[in-house]
């Protein structure tokens, strides 16, 4: 089976996509190629980030924030925006779905971790709709 593509943007690259991203290669193994980035890149990925995904069990500290213009002649199976609206100009591709997912940031833990929670679902149902097999 053919790798899919997938690309996560919301507009700083700090929360819901680097999640989405850290889900993505963790259910989708060698299924996936995964990138995420933001309209307006913080250049950090948020610590709340890094801590909810560890909760999990998955380490998002390798990660970086980067904008669209870093990935802008790439091809992708999927893109995901993250419910960031006008503020995450449209890329091509045969998929494209926005989320409407609420930034996290300044959420209590237990508020972020139901929006972590929230995104692993819906990765989960994107990559099974893709055939792609799901691991852990």
Request: glycine share 12%; proline share 7%.
């Amino acid at each position: 089976m053919p790798t899919k593509r997938l690309l996560f943007v919301c507009i700083e690259n700090s929360c819901r996509s680097q999640m989405a991203e850290g889900f993505a290669r963790a259910l989708g193994g060698e299924g996936v190629e995964v990138r995420s980035a933001g309209s307006r890149p913080s250049g950090v990925v948020s610590p709340a980030a890094v801590a909810a995904m560890a909760r999990v069990g998955i380490d998002l500290r390798g990660h970086r924030s980067e904008g669209l213009d870093a990935i802008a002649r790439e091809a992708f199976d999927a893109v995901i925006t993250m419910g960031c609206g006008e503020a995450c100009p449209a890329v091509p591709s045969p998929l494209v779905e926005d989320w409407g997912i609420p930034d996290p940031k300044h959420m209590a833990r237990a508020a972020f971790d139901d929006v972590r929670d929230g995104i692993r679902e819906r990765v989960a149902d994107l990559l099974a709709r893709l055939g792609v097999p799901l691991g852990t």
